[in-house]
């Protein structure tokens, strides 16, 4: 029997662990929770990751795979968008308390965590996940990418990978919309949205 095809997640891996050396140089007073636990959520999403790979995509752990993607990643979207919240609060409401330079280091890795939060998301979400898209079954892509036109100057049978995700999720938060990949679906619309209003609000503060 010829083991099932997965797609790589080493772009993923690396990312979630810049996320996590974000989330460790961020000034102590911008912390939520404590660092250990975003160490744990690394466990809880790297183990699945590594044993997807290791048995070929097998079943029960794609499954809990996909869930600790979407409760991990979930997790580190919610808590950036409240540490958004929080030092915006602090700008209006008590701004005498505020530090510049530790509000300029919380400001820009706020930003970054933005953009690699909603890489890893996009990569999850459009069409159905990595290992769908590598099956080439997708007839209905959440991004429409400029090589997946019939007549684009690319490789046959190209499709989108974590680079892909990453690139849009940098243009979304500099440019507050997409440049290149344009949302077709109404999730994958919202999940813009949320990228650019987070960044604008960052940028603000």
Same mark, same amino acid.
């Given at each position: ?9 080493? %772009? ?6 810049? /996320?996590? !050396? =974000? *989330?460790?140089? #961020? ?81 820009? %890795? ?6 690699? /939060?909603? !890489? =890893? *998301?996009?990569? #999850? ?7 769908r898209r590598l099956d080439g079954k997708v007839l209905y892509p959440d991004f429409n990418f400029p ?28 440019a507050f919309s997409p440049t290149e990949a344009m949302p077709l679906t109404s999730r994958a619309k919202f999940l813009v949205m949320i990228q650019s209003g987070i960044s604008l ?5």
């Amino acid at each position: 029997m010829t083991p099932k095809r997965t797609a790589p997640r080493w %772009g993923a891996v690396a990312i979630v662990f810049a /996320i996590v !050396a =974000l *989330i460790a140089v #961020l000034p102590e007073r911008y912390r939520i929770l404590p660092n250990w636990v975003s160490y744990l959520e690394v466990a809880i999403l790297i183990v699945p990751m590594a044993l997807v790979s290791l048995t070929h995509g097998k079943a029960f752990w794609q499954r809990a795979e996909r869930l600790a993607e979407f409760v991990v990643i979930g997790g580190a979207l919610f808590l950036n968008a409240a540490n958004v919240v929080i030092v915006a609060y602090n700008v209006v409401e008590n701004p005498g308390t505020l530090q510049p330079i530790p509000l300029f280091y919380t400001s820009v %890795g706020i930003w970054t965590g933005n953009i690699l /939060i909603f !890489a =890893l *998301i996009y990569w #999850l979400v459009d069409s159905g996940g990595p290992d769908r898209r590598l099956d080439g079954k997708v007839l209905y892509p959440d991004f429409n990418f400029p090589a997946m036109e019939e007549d684009a100057p690319v490789a046959p049978n190209w499709r989108p990978e974590i680079v892909d995700y990453l690139f849009l999720a940098f243009t979304t938060t500099t440019a507050f919309s997409p440049t290149e990949a344009m949302p077709l679906t109404s999730r994958a619309k919202f999940l813009v949205m949320i990228q650019s209003g987070i960044s604008l609000i960052t940028i603000a503060v």
